[in-house]
């Protein structure tokens, strides 16, 4: 991604998922600060739970339940949102434990997208509407698509009246 970074100067760059199992969040963020560097600001940030028990394995890297890949996803979302924005992070988490951390230089972008990938609606899109700017599912036909998209809709609006409820003065 970085030598496309280098070689283009319009297409943003980014990776749909990366797996949040198969990497520390705050190394990750540090690495997406670099794509964003060197592409001027144009980084797209994927990340996603995995889904690939069969990799996993080849990786020698535990398969956790869905609930605990999705505790990990959600953790390393909120580090690395936090990383990007501000200028130290303390998380103490399940999975991930982190103190005082930075990422510097901060992104060129005042606020690098980041995507989540999947398309659980319970939980996952939750998520989305809690953490990211953007969602993607792979593989699904138009009337899943449509509906998932009504989920997330609904979710989005809940957390924004929550964001509204507890912001107000």
């Not at 970074?5 to 198969?22: D, N, Q, S």
């Not at 505790?71 to 991930?96: A, M, P, V, W």
């Not at 990211?132 to 009504?150: G, I, L």
Request: charged residues 25%.
């Amino acid at each position: 991604m970085t030598a496309l970074a280098a070689e283009t100067k319009r297409v943003r760059v980014g990776c749909l998922v990366f797996c949040m199992a198969y990497r520390n969040p705050a190394v990750l963020a540090n690495a997406a600060v670099t794509i964003d560097h060197v592409s001027g600001g144009r980084l797209e940030l994927g990340l996603g739970c995995g889904w690939s028990q069969t990799e996993f394995e080849a990786y020698g890297i535990p398969f956790l339940p869905i609930k605990d890949r999705l505790d990990q996803l959600e953790e390393g979302t909120q580090i690395i949102r936090s990383l990007l924005q501000n200028e130290k992070t303390t998380f103490k988490g399940k999975h991930y434990d982190i103190t005082e951390a930075y990422c510097e230089p901060k992104p060129v972008q005042k606020r690098p997208r980041i995507w989540l990938g999947g398309g659980g609606e319970r939980r996952f899109l939750r998520m989305v509407s809690r953490y990211a700017d953007a969602w993607n599912t792979p593989f699904v036909a138009p009337d899943v698509y449509d509906h998932k998209n009504r989920v997330l809709t609904e979710w989005c609006e809940k957390e924004s009246a929550i964001r509204r409820r507890f912001s107000a003065p």
